[in-house]
């Protein structure tokens, strides 16, 4: 059994930062890219971003020199490192984990960032 649970989300102001965190339990030898994701309200679900086995970056424009996604192989966790919050930054934050048997989304994080 495969669970993903995030953690880390919170409401802070404009200008601070935040880390999430995603960690991956269960039976699981090998994770290639993990991924954060994020929703607002009467938007699509948007790739915020992720990074491979080979730690290959990738990030959503909005989010570029403020944000770093990071990963700990020996623990199956990824995290993302929210700097210089926006109001715009407002919204659940869900962690992706594709496996060879299955897409796995966590349950997912609120951030709220105050102007």
């Known amino acids: 059994q495969v669970q993903v649970a995030e953690s880390g989300g919170g409401l802070v102001q404009a200008g601070e930062s935040l880390r999430l965190s995603c960690t991956v339990h269960?039976?699981?030898?090998?994770?290639?890219?993990m991924a954060w994701y994020r929703q607002t309200p009467g938007k699509q679900r948007e790739l915020v971003a992720d990074?491979?086995?080979?730690?290959?970056?990738n990030y959503v424009d909005s989010v570029k020199g403020r944000f770093a996604i990071s990963r700990a192989n020996t623990t199956n966790t990824v995290y993302l490192q929210m700097n210089r919050l926006k109001p715009e930054d407002t919204g659940v934050y869900y962690c992706?984990?594709?496996?060879?048997?299955?897409?796995?989304w966590g349950q997912g994080t609120q951030v709220t960032v105050s102007s």
């Open positions: 992706r984990v594709p496996l060879g048997y299955g897409v796995y």
């Open positions: 269960g039976n699981v030898f090998h994770i290639n890219a």
């Open positions: 990074i491979t086995a080979g730690d290959a970056l």
